[in-house]
């Protein structure tokens, strides 16, 4: 599956891509009072790219410049810009 062909809500199978842009962890807040970690991004691949969330202990895990897969992942649409992340039952790995 290709980054363009991401539409929102869950999917299955996979996609890879490079991380091309990645911000530093951020401790956030959720509106019902739970503490995570999130680091923003965007994800490219030969299609295009996508926003990219990752999230607690893969906000750390993975760098600029890393190809991952992304398996049975989630996607989202915030302020108008669809973004990828694992979800919850999703999987994510760096690949070669």
Known sequence: MNISELKTGSFE???????VELEAPKKITTRFGRQLIV??????????EIKLALWNEDATRFSKGDRIRITNGWVSEFQGELKVSPGKTGKIEKVQ
Not at 39 to 48: I, K, P, Q, V, Y
């Open 13 to 19: 199978g996979h996609i890879e891509g490079e991380i």
């Open 39 to 48: 680091a923003n991004g965007t994800l490219r691949d030969e299609s295009g």
